[in-house]
């Protein structure tokens, strides 16, 4: 079995353990609000994080090319209320684009 296939199980049943954890402790019982709160922006920072070094790291250099033309525009259209297919396309095209004139 390949280094791979065992970070993966690893991964997988650590996924499960964590998941499973929450019923268990809390045993039928209600967080409290200011968890609750923090529980429901949890998703949304970690999004912003994985977007944030995806688009502007490179090993341990910051880079602006391509891929942060069209977070901005993504970003753009989003703000402009705009559908989800129509900003991934968006986001894309102007990726794309800004490949072809050379930026990166």
């Known amino acids: 079995m390949s280094a791979g296939w065992i970070a993966a199980i690893w991964v997988s049943t650590a996924t499960i353990a964590i998941k499973a954890a929450g019923p268990l402790l809390l045993g039928g019982r209600e967080l409290p609000p200011r968890a609750l709160d923090v529980v429901s922006l949890l998703a949304p920072a970690l999004l912003a994080a994985l977007v944030a ?6 090993g341990n250099t910051l880079v602006v ?3 942060a033309a069209g977070v ?3 970003a753009g259209a ?7 297919i129509v900003v991934v396309a968006l986001a894309a095209l102007v990726t794309v684009g800004a490949r072809l004139v050379g930026l990166g």
């Open 72 to 74: 901005l525009a993504a």
């Open 53 to 58: 070094t995806l688009t502007f790291g490179s």
């Open 65 to 67: 090319d391509a891929r």
């Open 78 to 84: 989003l703000a402009l209320r705009a559908p989800i």
